[in-house]
């Protein structure tokens, strides 16, 4: 599925894995583990300098693969994660620049928003889908939840410090259409190349529920 707006995001899996790469040369492999395990969507930040080289090979490479380009905080990013195949953008905040970038690359973004006011303020924009960050950090469920009511028609995907204990809280919640996670993609693991433990820790995401 190639989501064609924000929402779409939400629908492919309950988790993105937030993947740091540090050579180009693990993408492919890495991505094939995640979308054999069942995640669809993949977040690669743009903190390195293999982030870029590594969403073209995944989108050129991967079939079944959604990759996008996350920690994405200027217009020229913008630009760069478009020419290099990305599918959708995630940034930890929004400014009017960033934004009227990432409208004008015609990719699905969730900008980030850590405060009720930074809400308002997209939602002025017409973008209800959006990016909490830093999850834990910023107030956790119990902030997202309070949001829920003066806020009803946004909807989250809270990223930053979550665990596959605390995920099917956050995604019990009515506000949250999914949640980011970087557990899915150990250092170690990446380093190692162990994609059979990746695929696991993917499939295991994949099958999280809502709690109650």
């Known amino acids: 599925?190639?989501?064609?707006?924000?929402?779409?995001?939400?629908?492919?899996?309950?988790?993105?894995?937030?993947v740091v790469l540090e050579s180009a040369d693990a993408?492919?492999?890495?991505?094939?583990?995640?979308?054999?395990?069942?995640?669809?969507?993949?977040?690669?930040?743009?903190?390195?300098?293999?982030a870029l080289e590594g969403i073209e090979r995944i989108?050129?490479?991967?079939?079944?693969?959604?990759?996008?380009?996350?920690?994405?905080?200027?217009?020229?990013?913008?630009?760069?994660?478009?020419?290099?195949g990305a599918a959708f953008l995630v940034s930890p905040g929004c400014t009017p620049r960033l934004l009227a970038?990432?409208?004008?690359?015609?990719?699905?973004?969730?900008?980030?928003?850590?405060?009720?006011?930074e809400a308002l303020a997209l939602?002025?924009?017409?973008?209800?889908?959006?990016?909490?960050?830093?999850?834990?950090?910023?107030?956790?469920?119990?902030?997202l939840k309070s949001l829920s009511g003066p806020l009803p028609q946004v909807r989250f995907c809270p990223t930053g410090g979550i665990t596959p204990q605390s995920a099917p809280d956050y995604l019990a919640l009515p506000n949250v259409g999914c949640v980011g996670g970087t557990w899915l993609t150990p250092p170690d693991a990446v380093a190692g190349g162990d994609w059979p433990r990746v695929e696991e820790l993917a499939r295991a995401a994949a099958s999280l529920r809502p709690k109650g």
Do not use: N, W
């Open 101 to 117: 970038a990432m409208r004008d690359s015609g990719l699905p973004a969730l900008p980030g928003v850590a405060t009720a006011s």
């Open 59 to 84: 989108a050129a490479e991967v079939p079944g693969a959604v990759v996008g380009a996350g920690t994405v905080t200027s217009p020229e990013q913008v630009r760069a994660a478009a020419e290099a």
């Open 27 to 50: 993408a492919v492999p890495l991505a094939r583990a995640l979308v054999a395990g069942g995640l669809a969507a993949i977040e690669v930040t743009l903190r390195t300098e293999a």
């Open 1 to 18: 599925m190639t989501p064609r707006s924000s929402e779409d995001l939400f629908a492919l899996a309950p988790v993105i894995p937030v």
């Open 123 to 143: 939602l002025e924009e017409g973008v209800s889908a959006m990016k909490f960050f830093p999850a834990e950090a910023a107030g956790g469920r119990a902030y």
